[in-house]
């Protein structure tokens, strides 16, 4: 069985399913989620795969096929974050925020 068969058995693009990013396959959990837990937060592929009850070989392929195109899900990780950042800045506050600001006399 080759590389790229194993990882299409465990990882799925779906247009309409998480902005069609990459994912576990049968799980919406993406590929860059796996990744930064297991880059950036030092979380071990066992601990992810016994948290949200992953086969240990779906882990792996998500670090497999982040590895192979890194460049490209860490620069649309990036572009989603900035709109993300855009959206809050450019937003009226919350009726919770506003609340919360008048509390402390903002």
Excluded at 15 to 44: C, F, N, Q, T
Excluded at 80 to 99: D, T
Aim: glycine share 6%; charged share 30%; no cysteine.
């Amino acid at each position: 069985m080759s590389k790229e068969s194993v990882i299409t058995e465990h990882i799925e693009i779906t247009p309409g399913v998480l902005g069609g990013k990459p994912r576990i396959a049968g799980h919406r959990i993406a590929v860059a989620h796996i990744a930064e837990m297991y880059l950036k937060m030092g979380i071990s592929i066992e601990e992810i795969a016994g948290k949200y009850d992953l086969p240990l070989a779906s882990v792996h392929a998500a670090m497999t096929y982040y590895y192979d195109r890194r460049e490209e899900i860490d620069r649309r990780t990036a572009e989603s974050r900035a709109i993300v950042e855009k959206l809050k800045r450019n937003s009226p506050p919350s009726r919770l925020q506003e609340k919360l600001r008048a509390i402390r006399g903002e």
